[in-house]
């Protein structure tokens, strides 16, 4: 091609599209093997036809997949997920097959300049093309043999004959006056609206806990009382603090971890509002602070020593063959003169307490264990390291209700609280709306309706707005209620989190219907092209399906 598309690909397209195409070939290559009847140890004789490509073929199903995650990272500006890519592929594959069918002739240079003009590769901040973002693009490339300019032109010209192909398919996109009526009513409607928000942390009705009713919550919420399985286990314990004295530091090797973590040892101040100094003293600063840093470099080597020692006897219990109770377990612990502790039950989910921040860890560790493996390797610890010895697994256990009285307590009087939250905000509509066939003002019925009760409520005005262009600190909540609205009703009190919400409308204007409005002309052609894109990938999925099932191979 003798267009300056193909000078700018030659000269600068290169490395980028190299990169992509690795990234996707490495990526996707494998991914194909999801496909019906495709496998790892059929790759090397299975061949199967799919639209000129060969899936038993590695090189085919780079081909394949690198061609349409390349034409993929260019429309839509960044990766797709494997299966998404995978989908794409196949319609991809099955839409050129059709054009060669269809006769339909290579992409112009024309097309193809118009083509990389809608890629949102190369789009600006607005959607369209930006010719800046476009030169950037093409200044950081680098020319790279893997890619030439025969590939990307290719790739541009085969996404140029699919999009004819998805047109043909979709035909003119037939729509029903009544969907853009629909569609331009949720868009260009016209919302005035008044809100007030009912603060459910305020709400503090007064629930007797009964026990017979504890009792019943109990039995129907069973579930959520089941005491999880549980590890039943002995730690050999090895604290940093035992390795302390076998530290020894020099000053090169304090003063290059002060260098390494200046950030960890700020300078002590008596003022803290006192202004910075103009010039940093960094030989003064090392020295206010140097006793910490040799102390946290000296735990840091401790921490080291007490993992070695506890990977040591690890080993040395292997060698052993020593088991929790066991006469070797018995002789190797005298040896280190310490003796095993003991740890209180305890779930994946929570961890040994004794642990803290480094319980979930060492749980996971603990759970790997039973009759087949009695000890863990080292597991680092936030006083040093462990080795956790396996006793028992309890199963999970539905407990009684005394052992769990209070949390069931809790929960019954969270529940009751959010039943009666719910049975105010019916009982506030109804006030609100009597107060405003009164003749009230949104806000002084809400806040007139409030009154006798413990919860906070404020009320907020909403200008004008459509959804088409609606403010971007609209709570969604919000947005929820609209559908089901009309001037002057009032929502139900939608609740979300630790907040309800009423939504009345002040003034509602349906925008204009009849086919002289600019955005019924503008709404009829995009709701048309999205029907047409929709009945052309449902007839390039089927025949992907046909495909793929023809070409299966045949179970002997």
């Given at each position: 091609m003798i267009s300056w598309i193909q000078r700018t690909f030659q000269q600068h397209f290169k490395t980028v599209f190299a990169v992509l195409l690795g990234l996707i070939i490495i990526s996707f290559?494998?991914?194909?093997?999801?496909?019906?009847?495709?496998?790892?140890?059929?790759?090397?004789?299975?061949?199967?036809?799919?639209?000129?490509?060969?899936?038993?073929s590695t090189v085919d199903q780079q081909r394949l997949m690198g061609d349409a995650g390349l034409s993929a990272n260019l429309q839509v500006g960044y990766g797709l997920e494997a299966e998404q890519i995978q989908n794409y592929a196949f319609q991809r594959a099955a839409t050129l097959h059709l054009a060669d069918e269809l006769h339909l002739p290579a992409a112009t240079s024309a097309e193809i300049a118009e083509q990389i003009k809608t890629l949102r590769a190369f789009a600006g901040p607005d959607g369209q093309f930006d010719a800046a973002t476009y030169k950037t693009f093409r200044d950081n490339l680098k020319s790279?043999?893997?890619?030439?300019e025969a590939d990307i032109a290719r790739?541009?010209?085969?996404?140029?004959?699919?999009d004819k192909v998805q047109k043909l398919l979709g035909g003119p996109g037939y729509v029903l006056p009544t969907d853009i009526k629909n569609q331009l009513a949720r868009a260009d409607t016209s919302w005035t609206l008044a809100t007030a928000t009912v603060d459910y942390t305020t709400f503090n009705p007064s629930i007797p806990a009964i026990d017979a009713e504890l009792t019943k919550f109990f039995e129907e919420s069973a579930f959520r009382y089941e005491i999880p399985p549980r590890i039943v286990a002995t730690y050999a314990d090895f604290p940093a603090t035992e390795y302390l004295a076998q530290v020894t530091l020099n000053e090169a090797e304090v003063r290059a971890y002060y260098d390494a973590n200046p950030a960890r040892f700020p300078k002590p101040t008596a003022d803290a509002k006192a202004p910075a100094p103009v010039k940093a003293d960094a030989a003064a600063d090392y020295a206010a602070v140097r006793p910490q840093v040799e102390l946290a470099l000296k735990n840091e080597r401790a921490q080291r020593l007490a993992a070695k020692a506890a990977s040591d006897f690890v080993f040395s219990l292997y060698e052993a063959k020593a088991v929790a109770g066991s006469p070797a377990l018995a002789n190797i612990l005298a040896t280190r003169k310490s003796s095993l502790k003991t740890l209180a039950p305890f779930t994946r989910e929570a961890g040994p307490a004794e642990f803290g921040p480094a319980a979930t860890t060492v749980a996971e560790e603990a759970f790997k264990l039973g009759k087949d493996r009695a000890y863990t390797e080292a597991v680092p610890t936030p006083?040093?390291?462990?080795?956790?010895?396996?006793?028992?697994?309890?199963?999970a256990r539905k407990p009684a209700f005394a052992e769990v009285k209070t949390k069931v307590n809790a929960d019954y009087l969270e529940n009751e609280k959010r039943k009666r939250f719910v049975d105010l905000g019916r009982t506030l509509r109804s006030l609100i709306e009597n107060r405003l066939k009164a003749g009230d003002t949104f806000e002084k019925a809400a806040s007139s309706a409030a009154t006798g009760t413990s919860a906070k409520i404020e009320t907020k005005a909403v200008a004008a707005f459509t959804l088409r262009n609606r403010p971007q600190d609209l709570d969604y909540t919000v947005l929820g209620t609209l559908e089901r609205l009309e001037k002057g009703q009032v929502s139900d009190l939608a609740i979300v989190a630790d907040k309800g919400t009423y939504v009345y409308v002040v003034d509602k204007k349906i925008p204009d219907f009849t086919?002289?409005?600019?955005?019924?002309?503008?709404?009829?052609?995009?709701?048309?092209?999205?029907?047409?894109?929709?009945?052309?990938?449902?007839?390039?999925?089927?025949?992907?399906?046909?495909?793929?099932k023809r070409s299966e191979p045949k179970v002997k």
């Open positions: 290559v494998f991914t194909i093997g999801a496909a019906p009847g495709i496998g790892r140890a059929e790759r090397a004789t299975l061949k199967r036809e799919f639209f000129g490509y060969n899936l038993g790279n043999p893997r890619l030439t790739v541009l010209g085969d996404d140029v004959r699919a006083n040093g390291a462990a080795v956790l010895f396996w006793q028992d697994t309890q199963p086919p002289t409005n600019p955005l019924y002309a503008e709404t009829r052609t995009q709701l048309g092209s999205y029907t047409a894109r929709l009945g052309s990938s449902a007839y390039l999925a089927e025949i992907v399906e046909t495909e793929l």
